[in-house]
């Protein structure tokens, strides 16, 4: 089964602040996917990346959030500045080719004072 | 909209009891998977079943699917406080995207 490991697992900071996070799809594949899930509601794509490649980035906040993916490989999320309204868990996902599950990493928890 | 829609929202049973979980979509599909997630941890996928399949059993889940009502169920048979967790339902129609619904939150009372 496939591995996906997110970093910080919690992450606290205030408002106008910037975070980052980071995932790393251990077994490395294409399709990679960054979720946002606020609580008491489901995960929402933010961004699609097929290798270094954005696909779909179309629920992305473009103003403050930013979304890489250099080699292909590993990922990072940014918040520049982070808003109390950005509160939720942030979700990595891939997807191996040739099958149509997502594998999820951990998540990670932001909390925006 | 591509977005599975869960019922109930919650639901509290015994342990041993069976739990049933029922999901409603609006458009065609490819398949359609079923996702747990525990308290504050990410997604774990259960389950899979294609638009040509009715049922569909992994140990204790049984999934049913019926397109002429665009609705499928989740049974979990024989719960355990492990069970614990909410449970989504999401498909794939035309594209390889996922929508996820509010889920529901499951409860087993040991």
């Known amino acids: 089964e496939a591995e996906v490991a997110q970093s910080p697992r919690y992450k606290i900071t205030e408002k106008s602040q910037a975070v980052a996070f980071w995932c790393d799809p251990i077994?490395?594949?294409?399709?990679l996917y960054w979720y946002r899930q606020i609580l008491g509601q489901g995960p929402e794509l933010l961004v699609q990346?097929?290798?270094?490649?954005?696909?779909?980035d179309s629920q992305l906040p473009k103003d403050r959030f930013s979304a890489e993916r250099l080699k292909g490989v590993d990922s990072t999320l940014k918040i520049q500045p982070a808003e109390l309204g950005d509160s939720a868990m942030y979700l990595c996902?891939?997807?191996?080719?040739?099958?149509?599950?997502?594998?999820f990493g951990p998540g990670t928890r932001l909390t925006v004072l | 909209s591509q977005q599975g829609e869960e019922d109930p929202q919650a639901l509290s049973i015994q342990e041993g009891e069976n739990a049933t979980m029922n999901c409603s979509y609006k458009t065609s599909i490819n398949n359609l998977q079923w996702y747990r997630q525990n308290s504050g941890r990410g997604l774990v996928h259960l389950i899979l079943i294609r638009s040509n399949e009715r049922e569909k059993h992994s140990g204790r889940l049984r999934v049913t699917l019926d397109t002429s009502k665009k609705s499928s169920s989740l049974l979990i048979t024989a719960s355990r406080a492990a069970d614990t967790a909410s449970y989504f339902c999401t498909f794939q129609g035309g594209s390889e995207k996922l929508v996820f619904g509010k889920g529901t939150k499951l409860t087993v009372n040991p």
């Open positions: 990346f097929q290798d270094e490649s954005v696909v779909d």
């Open positions: 996902a891939i997807n191996p080719e040739g099958v149509d599950t997502q594998y």
């Open positions: 077994s490395g594949h294409a399709t």
